[in-house]
């Protein structure tokens, strides 16, 4: 059984980083997409970054809202999975979920939240 644990959220001002991370156990996801949705509330879960293997290495994709801001990433030896945050917005403010998919079927963490002041 696959098990996604998120850390790093907090509050932090406008402008400012944070870097999360998602720590998978049960199996290696090196060779699985990984990667990150928020959800803010009284909205829809939505995506955010992820990172897909594709034989000669790893190509990531962003939602438009965090392109050039957000870079997420990898360590396959502590089957991690980051996300980089920078010059965050006050509507970045969500819980952040990591989530992985795996022969089709998807996994996903409890979420940290991350709460941007303006």
């Known amino acids: 059984q696959v098990q996604l644990v998120e850390s790093g959220g907090g509050l932090i001002q406008a402008g400012a980083s944070l870097t999360l991370s998602c720590e998978a156990s049960?199996?290696?996801?090196?060779?699985?997409?990984m990667g990150w949705f928020r959800q803010a509330p009284g909205m829809e879960r939505e995506f955010v970054a992820d990172?897909?293997?594709?034989?000669?290495?790893?190509?990531?994709s962003y939602a438009d809202s965090v392109k050039g801001r957000f870079t997420i990433s990898r360590d396959n030896a502590k089957n991690s999975v980051y996300l980089q945050m920078n010059n965050l917005r006050a509507e970045d403010t969500a819980v952040y979920y990591c989530?992985?998919?795996?022969?089709?079927?998807?996994?996903w963490g409890r979420g940290t939240q991350v709460t941007v002041s303006s």
């Open positions: 989530h992985a998919m795996i022969g089709g079927q998807n996994y």
């Open positions: 049960g199996r290696s996801l090196q060779y699985y997409l």
């Open positions: 990172e897909a293997w594709s034989g000669g290495g790893n190509i990531a």
